[in-house]
């Protein structure tokens, strides 16, 4: 199954007119780049294009070199490797000509993760080289100084959420389709000028469907770091990235590892590959557990290590966008918590209405799951006994034809012995009319007559619950009540 390409790469511009907003970082982009084709070499050999994540820079430098016809050779700043290829591209500086056939650009992305000792080949790079430098950052000023002080700095805007609400639309209107307006300012206001997460959320809640879109953003709100920190590890083979991709993450390791161990199939699909990320997952769990037994939580660093750059380098991941998923394992909690409630609501009932202590009526609940199991007539009467209510009984009998059975022989019962209610307070009403009645001498109904009408009343199934208080009942007697 083909997957779709992720749409920050489909809707990327290809052209420098296209991207929105930052029309002066771009004028001065262009006019550093024609002064090198000029061959009039720019004062400061490289640029640094800085500003907020999804505003545009590295879709400039590539909307640059397409219309200039550079072809850009990139270097990611965190990756150990890099510094080997700066080496040779040091080297081949020399040789390279700008004005050649194959002319190229260098592009350091995030250059605000350059290690400082990385940062001294950098800046023999830019010193040696004769092609145009790029580099990107979102904080200028984490850039080693060293490299700062040859560079011009470009500067790109937060965008607004008009401009990001345009950008979508016009994403929305090459896919031909759409999303109600509220989702699309929301997700708008979700993204905090970073087109790049607005994208994806957009994605995201097209691929998935508008109905959980509210939801799902809400999670993004809150969870927004998780879900930029797993995009990241899910998509470098990189160790160092993968480890470095959590650090602004705002939750516990075993956290952290459940939304990893959610998300593993999604991104590998060899089982040689998915065996191995569970593989780090369980290593990960395992320190975590001995941090927790030893109180030693030095171990959460190794764990984390695990669970990112583990995985990260697991095997081959899927290609294209990847929807992140929150974990089942925390819906399953609060699953479990209202199975919980459930259980602890039934539980209750038995104890109150068959004067039961707790662990009797556990043992009583786990009879009464054998008996809605088998007989609907019999749990019907023990609904209406023990005031359970639909999702109490659902509780018991799971959900279905059984529960549903149960539910309208239990709603009949329950209308007789309201009929049946009315006839007895009748009754009541009679006998004491006759009791005033003897005592004005007047005779009536006799003693008889009306312990007989009581007998016909009784309450089917009902049992003679009134009197049981103070008693305790046992599931033996009901059934051989009922
Ligand atoms: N100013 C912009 N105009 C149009 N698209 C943009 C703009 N800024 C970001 N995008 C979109 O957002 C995504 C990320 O942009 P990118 O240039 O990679 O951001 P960054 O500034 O973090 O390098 C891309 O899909 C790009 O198309
Ligand atoms: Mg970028």
Do not use: C
Not at 185 to 197: E, N, P, Q
């Amino acid at each position: 199954m083909p997957r779709e390409a992720p749409w920050v790469e489909k809707y990327r511009p290809r052209r420098l007119a296209e991207i929105v907003n930052q029309t002066k970082a771009i004028e001065q982009v262009k006019a550093w780049i024609e002064a090198w084709l000029a061959g009039k070499l720019p004062k400061k050999k490289a640029l640094i294009l800085a500003g907020p994540p999804g505003s545009g820079k590295t879709t400039t430098v590539y909307a640059l070199a397409r219309e200039y016809g550079f072809e850009v050779i990139e270097l990611n700043a965190s990756d150990e490797r890099t510094y080997e290829k700066i080496e040779r591209y040091v080297q081949a500086a020399y040789t390279m000509d700008i004005l050649g056939k194959h002319r190229k650009l260098i592009f350091l992305d995030e250059a605000d993760n350059i290690e400082p000792s990385g940062a001294k080949e950098i800046a023999k790079l830019i010193d040696k080289a004769r092609n145009p430098i790029l580099m990107s950052a979102n904080h200028y000023w984490e850039i080693p100084r060293e490299i700062r002080n040859k560079a011009q700095i470009v500067e790109y805007k937060r965008l607004t959420q008009r401009d990001i609400i345009k950008a979508l639309v016009r994403i929305l209107h090459r896919e031909g389709v759409t999303v109600p307006k509220e989702v699309l300012y929301d997700i708008a206001k979700h993204a905090g000028g970073d087109l790049r997460a607005a994208v994806n959320d957009l994605q995201t809640v097209v691929t998935g469907g508008t109905e959980d879109a509210h939801e799902v953003l809400a999670y993004r709100d809150t969870e927004k770091s998780v879900f930029q920190a797993l995009a990241q590890i899910f998509a470098t083979d990189n160790a160092k990235k993968a480890k470095m991709a959590t650090l602004g993450v705002d939750m516990f390791p075993h956290e952290l590892l459940q939304w990893i161990d959610e998300n593993v199939p999604y991104v590998y699909s060899r089982p040689g590959d998915i065996a191995r990320a569970y593989e780090a997952i369980s290593r990960a769990d395992i320190y975590l557990g001995r941090a927790q037994r030893t109180g030693s939580y030095g171990l959460w660093k190794y764990a984390t290590d695990m669970m990112t750059a583990g995985v990260a380098v697991a095997g081959v991941k899927k290609k294209g966008f990847v929807r992140i998923y929150p974990p089942k394992t925390i819906k399953l909690l609060t699953q479990s918590k209202t199975e919980r409630a459930l259980r602890d609501s039934v539980v209750k009932k038995i104890m109150k209405e068959m004067h039961m202590a707790k662990l009797e009526a556990l043992e009583t609940l786990n009879y009464l799951r054998a008996i809605f199991e088998n007989n609907p007539e019999v749990a019907a009467h023990f609904v209406v006994y023990l005031d359970l209510d639909l999702k109490e009984v659902e509780f018991i009998a799971g959900e279905g034809e059984k529960t549903k059975k149960i539910w309208a022989k239990s709603m009949n019962i329950e209308k007789r012995l309201k009929r049946e209610g009315e006839l007895e307070a009748r009754a009541r009403e009679a006998k004491k009319e006759s009791e005033e009645a003897e005592e004005e001498g007047q005779g009536g109904i006799s003693e008889e007559e009306l312990e007989k009408a009581e007998e016909e009343i009784e309450p089917v199934g009902k049992g003679s619950r009134k009197e049981k208080k103070g008693k305790q009942a046992t599931l033996f007697d009901f059934l051989r009540k009922s």
